[in-house]
């Protein structure tokens, strides 16, 4: 049981858009600021948001996240197949003096 | 470039140890700390903790707490973690990072690079 909550699974088409959430609590996300990895299975994962809506040099503007309170989003828009991997939030927990990570997102695009 | 080189993949035996390496190079070894991040087959991604290059200072994740060791060696730009007493929970890949502190936070950090991973399997 992962603590922050991310849903198991996103399913869209190719150049829609996708919401990806990530609950947590007022001593995580409240409290922190959240970073997103996209895992491609078999793969390292990859900085894709850092300090909420921050993009890395290389991510492409498509990728896009947000915060508000204790839950945070990760917004991808014109889906390629190219993006069909494992995403991941994370943010520092104060009570738990810990990374934590949510629980894995599998985005398939078809 | 950045990058991180992990050592090769392990097989050890229950209640044995492992170490994994993580050679840095790409940039100033001392000026970033490093993080060891697992995750088990198929499952999601675990922090395991991180030290400071810069003075060696830790942080663990209460679970592992007095069963793992980081180190890091300057004079190599080389990172290593120690997992010991290794029970079958323990076979995952494992990754180092480069660990980004946000300005004026010591713990709150996000992780920029990674290690290719390194499998560790614990098997009798």
């Known amino acids: 049981q992962s603590v922050l909550t991310q849903p198991p699974s996103v399913v869209a088409a190719p150049g829609q858009k996708v919401t990806i959430s990530c609950s947590g609590s007022s001593s995580n996300i409240g409290s922190s600021r959240v970073s997103w990895y996209q895992q491609i299975p078999g793969t390292a994962p990859k900085l894709l948001i850092y300090d909420n809506n921050k993009r890395p040099s290389g991510i492409p503007d498509r990728f896009s996240g947000s915060k508000s309170g204790t839950s945070a989003t990760l917004d991808i828009t014109g889906l390629q197949t190219g993006d069909e991997a494992d995403y991941y939030c994370a943010s520092w927990d104060t009570r738990l003096s810990a990374v934590v990570f949510g629980g894995r997102t599998r985005l398939t695009v078809l | 470039q950045v990058q991180l080189e992990q050592s090769g993949a392990e097989v050890k035996k229950p209640g044995a140890s492992v170490k994994v390496s993580c050679k840095i190079s790409g940039y100033k070894f001392i000026s970033f700390g490093i993080a060891w991040v697992r995750q088990a087959p198929g499952q999601g991604l675990e922090w395991m903790g991180w030290i400071s290059a810069f003075d060696g200072s830790t942080s663990f994740a209460q679970r592992l707490q007095g069963r793992v060791t980081m180190t890091t060696d300057t004079s190599t730009s080389t990172a290593y973690m120690e997992l010991r007493s290794l029970e079958s929970d323990d076979t995952a890949v494992y990754y180092c990072?480069?660990?980004?502190?946000?300005?004026?936070?010591?713990?709150?950090?996000?992780?920029?690079?990674w290690g290719q991973g390194t499998l560790v399997t614990v098997s009798s």
């Open positions: 990072a480069r660990r980004r502190a946000y300005s004026g936070y010591a713990d709150l950090a996000y992780f920029d690079h």
